[in-house]
T-cell receptor, first 115, second 113 residues
Framework: DAGITQSPRHKVTETGTPVTLRCHQT?????MYWYRQDPGHGLRLIHY???????DKGEVSDGYSVSRSKTEDFLLTLESATSSQTSVYFC??????????????FGPGTRLTVL | AQSVTQLGSHVSVSEGALVLLRCNYS??????LFWYVQYPNQGLQLLLK??????LVKGINGFEAEFKKSETSFHLTKPSAHMSDAAEYFC???????????FGKGTMLLVSP
């Protein structure tokens, strides 16, 4: 298995509170991604990073921010959580430069419930 | 913009029957294509990938998929379903030179004894 961990694995929080999810990799891959998974929607890209301090928005970035200060860590922050952000969040990594194509490897996920 | 359509949110088969999960894509150039599988309460695992070598791609657990450019399809098949194949399957597309994947909405495969 690719060396990807996510923390916490489960979190329950209240509307309006800030939440930070962490993705940590030991593979030294250049690219890291945050997705959310919701029934009927599949996986939707929130933000991604193509290097330290280099990030870009995905399809559903409103209400989320990210930071990447080290190659191995990619943080997802909900500044003020809302019930619509209740979801399962997945981190993924890839290195298209090595493989020649964008094969992504996924972490185990974080289940977030916003009450 | 690229997109992926998976026909059927749920597919039911009997153990031993053929599995066919459909995926159609839209892309302006020949893409890279992937099938992932997700077992309950787990992350996604790569089943197989098409990267412009052979059009018939073999993956893990006896699955295979065929890239058909004329039909813009990349359907996933397995000759004989096993109970352990019950999971959700996702098709994904990536344009060459781009770093992001676009996923379909997934197909839940149900296998009955």
């Amino acid at each position: 298995d690719a060396g990807i961990t996510q923390s916490p694995r489960h979190k329950v929080t209240e509307t309006g509170t800030p939440v930070t999810l962490r993705c940590h990799q030991t593979e030294n891959h250049r690219y890291m991604y945050w997705y959310r998974q919701d029934p009927g929607h599949g996986l939707r890209l929130i933000h991604y990073s193509y290097g330290v301090k280099d990030t870009d928005k995905g399809e559903v970035s409103d209400g989320y921010s990210v930071s990447r200060s080290k190659t191995e860590d990619f943080l997802l922050t909900l500044e003020s959580a809302t019930s619509s952000q209740t979801s399962v969040y997945f981190c993924a990594i890839s290195d298209p430069g090595l493989a020649g194509f964008n094969e992504q490897f996924f972490g185990p996920g974080t289940r977030l419930t916003v009450l | 913009a690229q997109s992926v359509t998976q026909l059927g949110s749920h597919v039911s088969v009997s153990e031993g029957a053929l599995v066919l999960l459909r995926c159609n894509y839209s892309s302006s150039v020949p893409p890279y294509l992937f099938w992932y599988v997700q077992y309950p309460n787990q992350g996604l695992q790569l089943l197989l990938k098409y990267t412009s070598a052979a059009t018939l791609v073999k993956g893990i657990n006896g699955f295979e998929a065929e890239f058909k450019k004329s039909e813009t399809s990349f359907h996933l098949t397995k000759p004989s379903a096993h109970m352990s194949d019950a999971a959700e399957y996702f098709c994904a597309v990536s344009d060459r030179g781009y770093s992001t994947l676009t996923f379909g909405k997934g197909t839940m495969l149900l296998v009955s004894p």
